[in-house]
C-alpha cells in the first residue's frame, strides 16, 4: 500500500532453517525472490537462513514500525500471499475490532445511546 504514492514497506526479511521441516514451503519460495524484486523494486528482499529456527516473515515499513508473521509448515501459495499482504499494509499498529466496540463494567439502565434517539419527547 502506498501513502501519497509512497509504498510504506521498506525491507522485506524471509527467515528460514536450510533443513528444518517447516521451513520446506519457504526454501521452496526463494528461488521466486528475484522475479519479486523485479516487480517491487523499492522493495528490498533478504534470504535469511538460521539453523533449527522455524520459518518467519519479517517486514519493516518507513514509519519504523515492523510486523512479524510465522509461516510454520505453509506452503509456498501462502507464504505468497503473506508476502503481498505485507507489502500491501499500512505499516501501522493492526487494530482488532471485537464484535461490542463498547466495553463496560455497569452498562447503562436506560439502554445505550444512537443516533436515531428522539429526545424531543423527553421534555
Known amino acids: 500500500m ?14 528460514y532453517c536450510k533443513h528444518g521441516g517447516s521451513s520446506k ?11 519479486f524484486q523485479q516487480t517491487h523494486p523499492h522493495l528490498t528482499v533478504e534470504a535469511r537462513s538460521g ?10 515499513y518507513i514509519t519504523g514500525y515492523s510486523k512479524v508473521i510465522s509461516v510454520r509448515n505453509y506452503t509456498p501459495e ?18 482488532t475490532w471485537t464484535k461490542d466496540r463498547l466495553k463496560t463494567i455497569r452498562p447503562s439502565i436506560q439502554g445505550q445511546w444512537n443516533p436515531y434517539l428522539d429526545l424531543s419527547e423527553t421534555k
Do not use: C, V
Not at 2 to 9: E, N, R, V
Not at 51 to 60: Q, R, T, W
Open 78 to 95: 501462502q507464504i505468497q500471499w503473506y508476502m503481498s499482504f505485507l507489502r500491501d499494509s499500512h505499516g501501522g499498529k493492526s487494530y
Open 25 to 35: 514451503g519457504m526454501r521452496e519460495i526463494i528461488t521466486t525472490l528475484p522475479a
Open 2 to 15: 502506498s501513502k501519497a504514492g509512497i509504498p510504506q514497506l521498506k525491507n522485506l526479511f524471509l527467515y
Open 51 to 60: 539453523d533449527g529456527s522455524h520459518p518467519y516473515l519479517k517486514a519493516e
